[in-house]
Each structure stands twice: as C-alpha cells, then as structure tokens.
C-alpha cells in the first residue's frame, strides 16, 4: 500500500494551489493540487461576433500586458465553435512564449485585426501646417486642392489616416501656412 503514498505529476511544474489539507480524506477523482507550467501560459480573450471572422487558429496576434514591456505574440490554439448567447462572444485561447515577467493570472489585452488602415509618415505633416487641425492640401490636376482630413492613432512615426486622402495621392508639405 505503500504505492499509493506518492504522487507523481505528469509534468514539471509550479503548485499555485493546494487544495487538500493534511488528515483529509483523499477521494478517487477529487483534486489534491493544482499545478501550472510557467513555460508554456495562455491567454483567454472573449472575441465579439464581429470580430470572429478575423481570426482563424495559428494566426498570429499582438498580446499587450502591462506587467510586461514589450509587446508578445500570441499564437491562436484553440476557438471555441459557438458565441456566449449572454454576451454574443466566442472564447478564443492564444498560447504565449515565456517572456520575463509573465506569470499566470496576469490581465492582457489581444489585439484583433479589423482590416486594413492607410497611415502617413508624420515627417509629412508641418507643424505650420494645418494638417494637424484636419486640414491640408493634395494635388489634383496640377493645383492645390483643400481637403479636410480625420485622423486617427500615431503610431511611432506614422499617423492612421481615417477619411479624406486617398492611397496614392500626392500630399503639398511646401509653401502651406496653418
């Protein structure tokens, strides 16, 4: 009987949990630990409906978490087939690299590609220029032509450019005055 005195795990790993105290009875199927591999993590995310269409299992998503400095890149595993009818949203679960500073119970954010966004490069943007207030000038037919221009995120060195420039067009950055 002395066999059954030792527990095995089926894998090296952390206990984050005991959930058994010593004199309890121990049961067939009732749990005595919970244990976690701290190398290979995952994150959980609720997709919206909206959103599920642009994601597919092995894609590849940026992972933002705070405790962590750099961005990580989370790799889709498993999605689940149908939505949550109480929150129309489908669990996606994205496996995660080790990376320091990373432990389980961390909340991070997945960011979802919702299709393609045009940018610019800020060096094209004055600032005595009124690009910066919406407004801004392009060529079209050899002239000048006034256009109110929504932007959006900066990212680095460029700006997400949400309406009025179109891909391609030529952009005045000489001789404007806001």
């Known amino acids: 009987m002395l066999d059954y ?3 095995v795990a089926p894998f090296n790993g952390v206990i984050t949990r005991k959930l058994a105290d010593v004199g309890d009875l121990a049961a067939p199927g009732k749990p005595l630990l919970q244990m976690e591999n701290p190398d290979t993590l995952r994150l ?3 997709v919206p409906e909206a959103l599920i269409g642009n994601v597919k299992l092995g894609d590849k998503l940026a992972v933002r978490i705070a405790a962590v400095a750099s961005e990580i890149e989370g790799t889709v595993a498993e999605m689940s087939p149908a939505a949550d009818p109480n929150s129309r949203t489908y669990l996606v679960k994205l496996d995660l690299p080790g ?3 990373l432990r ?3 909340f991070g954010r997945v960011a979802v590609p919702v299709g393609a966004a045009s940018a610019i490069s800020r060096s094209r943007f004055r600032r005595d220029s ?3 207030d919406g407004i801004g000038f392009v060529v079209a037919n050899g ?6 221009v929504k932007t959006g995120s900066r990212i ?3 700006i997400e450019l949400v309406s009025g420039l179109n891909s391609g067009e030529q952009v005045v950055t000489e001789g404007v005055s806001a």
């Open 5 to 7: 005195t030792l527990i």
């Open 104 to 106: 389980s119970g961390q």
């Open 130 to 132: 009124a690009w910066a």
């Open 156 to 158: 680095g060195d460029e």
């Open 44 to 46: 959980e995310a609720d």
């Open 99 to 101: 990376a320091t500073g």
């Open 143 to 148: 002239h000048a032509q006034l256009r109110l």
